[in-house]
C-alpha cells in the first residue's frame, strides 16, 4: 500500500483498538480522537483527555502512535495531548463557582496534614493544566493564605469578591477577611452565612475543580457545605496509627451521612525516609489502607514525612513546586492524578449517554 492510500477511517480504525485504561472504552468511541490529517506517509491527530492530568497519558499516546504507525505505509507519527475536563452533571444552580467537579478533603482530627494535603493537589492539578479553585472552609483555623504565600484579596469587581490566586490556583480563605491572630467565635448560622458568601459572591468563574478544604471534624462547616453545594466526592486524610484511623473514620461516615461519594482515602506522614534509605514508621504503619479497605473504598497512596514539607506550608511555597522530585512531591502529584481520575470516571458513569465534548 502507498502513502496515498492512508484513509482517515484507517487511522480511526486503528485507534478504536486503543482503550482507555480508566474508562475501559476505546478512544474513537470516546470521541477522544480530532482533527485527524494525512499528509502522505505523516499523520497527525490530537487525543483529548478526561483531565490533563491523567496519570496514564503516556500509556494512551504510546499505544495510539504504536497503532497507527502499524498501518502499512505510515512513516511518522504526530499526537497532540489535549484534554476536557467532563462536568459530574451535579446542577450548583446561581451560584458563582461553575465548577465542574467539587472535592472536599477532610479528616476526622485536626493535625494530620489536611490542608498540606488539599494545597498540594489544587496546584499538582494546576501545573498539569487543569482550571483550579481552592476554598478553605476551615472558618476556625484558615492557614491555607500561608500555605499559599498570600496575604490579601484583589479589589472588588462590581460587587463580587475577587479570588486571590498563587501557582495557577484562585484561593479564597476567611483569612484574608480577619486580623492575623483574631480568634473566630461563631455559631452555626454565621458560619453558614459565610459559607454561602463565598461560594456565591466571589467570582471563581469557569473551574475543572473546586477543592475544599474543611475544617477538622464533623460539624457545622461540614453540613453548611453540603447544603450549599452538591459535592462530586471526598477524600479522607488520615495518619498510619489507629488512633488516627478511628478518628479518620469519623469522617467518612460523615461524608456517607450526607450522600457525599467517597473517592478513597490518603495516608500522610507515613514514614521517614532516613539518609541510609531506611524507612522509620513513626507513627506506626497500615492505618490509611485498612481504613480504605473497611470502607470498600480507593486507597490512593502514602505520603512521607519531610522537613520540605513543613517548610514548604511555612514559607507559602507547596512542595510541589519548591521540590518537584522530591519523594513527597511525587507522591502528591500520583495522588492528584489518580484523584483526577478517578473523578472523569465517575462524571461519565453519572452521565453514560455522553461523550467528551470539545470545545472550538
Not at 11 to 18: N, P
Not at 133 to 144: K, T
Not at 207 to 223: H, K, M, N, W
Not at 241 to 250: F, P, T
Amino acid at each position: 500500500m502507498t502513502a496515498n492510500n492512508i484513509t482517515t477511517e484507517m487511522v480511526l480504525g486503528a485507534l478504536s483498538k486503543v482503550q482507555e485504561p480508566e474508562l475501559h472504552k476505546d478512544l474513537v468511541t470516546l470521541n477522544m480522537i480530532r482533527d485527524v490529517t494525512i499528509n502522505g506517509s505523516e499523520i497527525k491527530f490530537t487525543i483529548v483527555l478526561t483531565t490533563p492530568a491523567c496519570p496514564l497519558k503516556a500509556k494512551i499516546e504510546k499505544e495510539s502512535r504504536d497503532a497507527v504507525m502499524a498501518i502499512e505505509g505510515v512513516k511518522s507519527v504526530e499526537i497532540v495531548m489535549d484534554s476536557n475536563v467532563p462536568s459530574d452533571g451535579k446542577n450548583r444552580g446561581n451560584l458563582s463557582v461553575q465548577a465542574k467537579n467539587v472535592l472536599a478533603i477532610a479528616s476526622g482530627k485536626g493535625g494530620v496534614g489536611k490542608s498540606t494535603v488539599s494545597v498540594n493537589i489544587a496546584v499538582s492539578l494546576a501545573k498539569a493544566g487543569a482550571n483550579v479553585g481552592l476554598l478553605d472552609a476551615d472558618i476556625y483555623g484558615p492557614n491555607i493564605p500561608t500555605m499559599m504565600g498570600l496575604e490579601k484579596l484583589p479589589a472588588f469587581e462590581e460587587n463580587k469578591i475577587i479570588p486571590a490566586e498563587a501557582y495557577g490556583v484562585k484561593v479564597m480563605s476567611i483569612g484574608f477577611l480577619v486580623k492575623p491572630g483574631q480568634p473566630l467565635i461563631w455559631r452555626g448560622p454565621m458560619l453558614h452565612s459565610a459559607i454561602r458568601q463565598f461560594l456565591s459572591d466571589v467570582a471563581w468563574g469557569e473551574l475543572d475543580y473546586l477543592v475544599i478544604d474543611l475544617p477538622p471534624g464533623t460539624g457545622d462547616a461540614q453540613l453548611s457545605l453540603a447544603q450549599s453545594i452538591p459535592i462530586s466526592g471526598g477524600l479522607i486524610v488520615t495518619m498510619p496509627q489507629a488512633v488516627s484511623m478511628e478518628d479518620a473514620s469519623r469522617g467518612l461516615y460523615m461524608f456517607k451521612q450526607l450522600d457525599i461519594p467517597i473517592l478513597g482515602v490518603v495516608e500522610n506522614m507515613s514514614f521517614l525516609e532516613m539518609p541510609d534509605g531506611e524507612k522509620m514508621e513513626i507513627f506506626g504503619n497500615g492505618g490509611g489502607e485498612t481504613l480504605a479497605l473497611e470502607a470498600n473504598t480507593t486507597f490512593f497512596g502514602k505520603i512521607p514525612l519531610s522537613s520540605d514539607v513543613r517548610a514548604g506550608g511555612d514559607n507559602g511555597v507547596p512542595i510541589v513546586i519548591s521540590h518537584p522530585d522530591s519523594n513527597a512531591a511525587i507522591a502528591l502529584k500520583n495522588i492528584s492524578e489518580l484523584l483526577a481520575a478517578k473523578l472523569s470516571v465517575a462524571a461519565l458513569d453519572s452521565n453514560p449517554g455522553i461523550q467528551i465534548e470539545i470545545v472550538e
